[in-house]
């Protein structure tokens, strides 16, 4: 930790805070300039290889804090803490963390500040009434009763293949790019979390590493919900941090792709985003919508409820707190609720190209 380091990583802070008040800035010199770079270069780094880069060094720092902390204790129980041992720690900890925020924010961070999805269609994402949420219900709950209708044990099946579902969510973004060109994606790098099964019981269907530029799938979900997170994922490693914008870039790719996976998968999630807001308005039209549910829809809702009540437990809460804190804090104020907010992106868009487009 030489003081050039620290100098060095000061001003990189400020500066990064300096420009995430400049959304216009990011969004043209970072988000549509460096970052695409960065990431294919991550992608073309790391992507080949068959598991997650990402995780083993998620695996090694929880080591380390594992290390520490008993190092910590025992020289706790000897008494050899001093006030040098104190003042050291204090000094790693603080470089660790101004390491980490500069990394973090110049290697994708960064855009959680830029002007989005909402300026590339040119949306007007507005408070919205129950009757527009009852008008996006109608058509979400239409079009996911029709793809229900079509869902094939069989090629559910095949997405249990994993190099299956992450190549037809390569696919999906080859679909969406040719409408929208800045959805387009090279250089995949798509993997199983090898924390699935922690993930199962911290609360998590995935996530990116911005250290790495992978996306990983907690591949052991239900499957008919590993589509649209698969897709949600890449939204991240194409730029769209923000979970409502990730959700919405998800929403177009799984739209615009001719599988019935993805479309059931992305509809399911839709509706459900939806339901769940129209039941803090309006109880009532809850019933109205789940009454007219295909059989299929129903199964899987209860195999959805199933599967999280089974993995129930007092840690889930503490991290979800958590996360929502750190979405609170990188420029998403509803935390959790940003996922939801989705919901606010339909409504502007049917809004906009009409409930066809949906």
């Known amino acids: 930790m030489k003081s050039w380091s620290w100098v060095l990583l000061i001003i990189s ?28 270069v991550q992608r073309a780094l790391f992507g080949w290889i068959p598991f997650s880069i990402g995780d083993l060094f998620y695996a090694f720092l929880i080591l380390v804090v594992i290390f520490r902390t008993a190092r910590f204790f025992r020289l706790l129980f000897q008494r050899k803490l001093n006030r040098s041992y104190f003042a050291s720690a ?20 960064l855009n959680y500040n830029r002007q989005g999805i909402a300026r590339q269609l040119q949306l007007e994402v507005k408070t919205y009434t129950v009757a527009d949420l009852d008008t996006l219900l109608t058509v979400l709950q239409q079009r996911l009763n029709i793809e229900a209708e079509l869902v094939d044990e069989g090629s559910r099946s095949a997405l249990n293949r994993k190099s299956s579902l992450f190549s037809e969510g390569k696919k999906a973004f080859m679909s969406a790019g040719n409408t929208y060109q800045f959805l387009e ?48 994922e890449i939204a991240h490693q194409l730029g769209y941090a923000k979970e409502n914008e990730a959700n919405f870039v998800a929403f177009l790719a799984c739209r615009s792709f001719a599988s019935t996976e993805f479309r059931y998968s992305m509809y399911f999630d839709m509706y459900n985003y939806a339901i769940g807001e129209i039941r803090r308005r309006d109880t009532a039209l809850v019933n109205k919508f789940q009454e007219k549910l295909h059989p299929q829809v129903v199964n899987d809702i209860n195999e959805y409820r199933d599967f999280y009540r089974k993995y ?40 906009k190209f009409g409930v066809e487009s949906l």
Do not use: D
């Not at 204090?90 to 961070?109: D, H, M």
């Not at 911290?202 to 990116?208: A, T």
């Not at 503490?318 to 959790?336: C, D, E, F, R, T």
């Open 312 to 351: 129930k437990n007092p840690v889930e809460p503490v991290i979800m707190w958590g996360y929502s804190h750190y979405l609170k804090a990188n420029n998403q104020p509803a935390g959790k609720q940003t996922y939801n907010e989705v919901v606010a992106w339909l409504v502007a868009y049917y809004k």
């Open 185 to 232: 994606y090279l250089q995949p790098s798509v993997k199983p979390s090898l924390f699935s099964y922690a993930g199962n019981y911290l609360g998590f269907q995935g996530y990116y590493n911005p250290f790495s530029g992978e996306a990983q799938v907690n591949t052991t979900i239900p499957r008919f919900l590993e589509p649209f997170v698969t897709t949600h």
């Open 90 to 109: 204090l000094q790693q900890a603080i470089f660790f963390f101004l390491f980490v925020y500069v990394s973090f924010n110049l290697l994708w961070g």
């Open 13 to 40: 802070a400020i500066l990064i805070k300096w420009v995430s008040l400049y959304p216009g800035w990011v969004e043209r010199n970072y988000s549509n300039g460096i970052y695409p770079l960065i990431s294919r």
